[in-house]
């Protein structure tokens, strides 16, 4: 009857302490989609040769470029990378969402605690002719979204699923 429980115990503890590195994980992941998107925003679109599309574009012939998405499409999928880079354990993050605001009282950073690109204080970075809007001074923010199952079959009959998200708003350059 002991070893049950004891196993049952043993199991939970490794649920809750993967449960809380996969929280911690996502908020990282949020914050570096955030600071990408800070160093990116402002380069959306610019030609020029000191830009590249993407950082293995750069090299020796040109050390200190730029990485100057060429639309907010590219712009999105480079934050989706950066985010998915720092995924380390959890697997693909597909649940990637991007808004830049001017961060003042009329365009406050979304604050809803399940705001899309669209949604809910969200914009997408891109106005309704697919634009870019993020410029030097204002705000990009990045929520990720994961739902985490349990690897415990009891468990997991228990508590089901648990949605996570993390967010960060960083000062665009």
Not at 65 to 79: D, E, L, M, Y
Not at 114 to 132: I, V
């Amino acid at each position: 009857m002991a070893i049950p429980l004891f196993a049952l115990a043993m199991f939970g503890l490794l649920d809750v302490g993967k449960l809380v590195y996969t929280n911690s994980v996502i908020s990282q992941a949020a914050r570096e989609g955030a600071r990408l998107g800070a160093t990116e925003a402002g380069w959306i679109g610019v030609p020029g040769d000191g830009c590249v599309t993407d950082t293995a574009s750069i090299g020796s012939g040109n050390p200190g470029a730029h990485v100057c998405p060429t639309n907010v499409a590219a712009f999105k999928s480079h934050i989706v990378a950066a985010v998915n880079r720092m995924a380390v354990g959890v697997g693909t993050l597909s649940a990637v969402h991007v808004s830049c605001n001017l961060g003042s009282g009329s365009d406050p950073a979304p604050t809803d605690p399940a705001w899309t690109d669209t949604t809910l204080g969200g914009n997408g970075c891109d106005d309704d002719a697919g634009n870019s809007i993020g410029s030097s001074g204002q705000l990009v923010s990045v929520r990720v979204e994961y739902i985490y199952q349990p690897i415990t079959p009891i468990i997991s009959s228990i508590i089901g699923p648990v949605p996570l998200s993390g967010s960060a708003s960083m000062v665009i350059n």
